[in-house]
């Protein structure tokens, strides 16, 4: 089971005088339980197209994305990159035109639709700009109603569960009250007490904080990165770029189109329409165990991203063995080197004997018109490139036994 929900002020003093009753969690037990995966959500090549009078229009393109269970995901883009069109994708509000989409071992796209309001109401919290509330019933009503809705736990425990959610949001006072006569603010956080009724693994909130002043989106906020602290999976769509920065992941979408991670971390500056062009023509390669990558001496064309493995940078010693000098991890890079100072690879990559390696390829041009296009970029690969050459430099003139530099390679 999830560790029960806390609140998300515990360095507040408590006011003795405006204490509320606390109230038991009924917690959710069964078949409601994603069955734990390195993936908790999975899209395969998603398409999403309609038919418009102009034509078939695509709002989504070739999709591929993982995120495990805990990530605080912001998502960001242009009016119509097909932001709000991906979270009714992993909502099942929406089917892709092709493609799959696996949520928690879950192949939803197969699901009928009724078997998708089913799955939806126990697996998938959603919060809306607008709130969404309904007007005629009271805040712990409103919260109560998709525990109504799926069947779930007795009068009493629904009764209780919605007002240990709203204890958690700081509303539990606010209980009897209808919609309309909380702060916008205050709306939200109602919301987000609904979206937890039944305790589903993961969130999506479309401009969850939009239509909130800044104080109120602060506390919304606050609240989603410690629902993701304790284990609840999060994907924001946003177009406050301040929040998105705070985020441990963050998507930026593009003609409907996600472009690569590593790209928009590595080149911060460039604007989204270079970017997706460079990711056009980035070349996703694996290579296995021990294989070489880039050999030294070899004249040196390409930039190399790590996907997926580990790399091992090779130099010769002048007992002439070979010595393993750096390794470079998921997310790491290497060849700006060459491509900088020109000239021959100064040493050799070779996949990783334990894991092999993936790698994602840029062409030298490419590569150039990015630096190019970011001052800050081109400043920080320069810092690493030189850090580098005197690593390797240094590492050249180390005498190290044969005995020894065996066993490190």
């Keep these: 089971m999830n560790a029960p929900f806390v609140t998300t002020t515990a360095t507040r003093e408590t006011d003795p005088s405006k204490a509320v009753q606390t109230y038991p969690l009924p917690l959710l037990d069964g078949p409601a339980r994603m069955a734990a995966s390195p993936s908790l959500i999975e899209l395969r090549q998603v398409y999403k197209s309609f038919a418009t009078t102009a034509g078939t229009f695509t709002a989504l393109r070739n999709i591929n994305l993982r995120v495990g269970k805990g990530e605080f995901i912001a998502?960001?883009?242009?009016?119509?990159?097909?932001?709000?069109?991906?979270?009714?994708?992993?909502?099942?509000?929406?089917?892709?035109?092709?493609g799959e989409i696996w949520m928690g071992g879950t192949a939803i796209h197969r699901l009928s639709e009724g078997e998708l309001a089913t799955w939806r109401g126990r697996h998938i919290g959603l919060v809306f700009q607008f709130f969404q509330l309904l007007p005629m019933l009271t805040v712990v009503e409103n919260v109560m109603l998709p525990m109504d809705f799926c069947h779930l736990w007795t009068e009493r425990q629904r009764q209780q569960r919605a007002m240990h959610l709203l204890e958690q949001v700081e509303l539990a006072d606010q209980a009897n009250k209808l919609p309309l006569?909380?702060?916008?603010?205050?709306?939200?956080?109602?919301?987000?007490?609904?979206?937890?009724?039944?305790?589903?693994?993961?969130?999506?909130?479309?401009?969850?904080?939009?239509?909130?002043?800044?104080?109120?989106?602060?506390?919304?906020?606050?609240?989603?990165?410690?629902?993701?602290?304790?284990?609840?999976?999060?994907?924001?769509?946003?177009?406050?770029?301040?929040?998105?920065?705070?985020?441990?992941?963050?998507?930026?979408?593009?003609?409907?189109?996600?472009?690569?991670?590593?790209?928009?971390?590595?080149?911060p500056?460039?604007?989204?329409?270079?970017?997706?062009?460079?990711?056009?023509?980035?070349?996703?390669?694996?290579?296995?165990?021990?294989?070489?990558?880039?050999?030294?001496?070899?004249?040196?064309?390409?930039?190399?991203?790590?996907?997926?493995?580990?790399?091992?940078?090779?130099?010769?010693?002048?007992?002439?063995?070979?010595l393993v000098v750096a390794s470079m991890a998921k997310g790491q890079y290497f060849g700006e080197i060459e491509l900088l100072h020109g000239g021959e690879n100064i040493a050799t990559a070779r996949a990783s004997l334990e894991t092999g390696v993936a790698v994602a390829a840029l062409d030298r041009e490419t590569f150039a018109q990015l630096m190019a296009a970011s001052q800050s970029a081109e400043a920080e690969i320069h810092r690493v490139a030189d850090e580098r050459l005197a690593e390797h430099a240094a590492a050249e003139q180390k005498e190290v036994p044969a005995a020894i530099a065996k066993a490190d390679v």
């Design 269 to 322: 500056a460039v604007g989204e329409a270079q970017l997706l062009a460079a990711m056009h023509k980035l070349r996703p390669v694996r290579y296995a165990p021990g294989e070489i990558i880039v050999r030294q001496g070899e004249v040196a064309d390409k930039f190399y991203i790590v996907t997926e493995g580990s790399v091992d940078i090779i130099i010769p010693q002048r007992t002439g063995v070979e």
């Design 181 to 267: 006569e909380l702060s916008g603010g205050q709306q939200q956080r109602a919301a987000i007490a609904r979206a937890l009724a039944n305790d589903p693994p993961i969130l999506l909130a479309d401009e969850p904080t939009g239509n909130l002043d800044s104080k109120s989106a602060e506390s919304v906020f606050q609240l989603f990165v410690t629902l993701a602290q304790q284990g609840k999976t999060i994907l924001m769509v946003t177009h406050d770029n301040d929040l998105a920065k705070r985020v441990g992941r963050t998507l930026v979408l593009s003609d409907g189109e996600v472009i690569d991670e590593y790209l928009t971390h590595l080149f």
């Design 75 to 98: 998502v960001i883009g242009k009016s119509g990159s097909g932001k709000s069109t991906l979270l009714n994708m992993l909502a099942g509000i929406d089917r892709p035109t092709s």
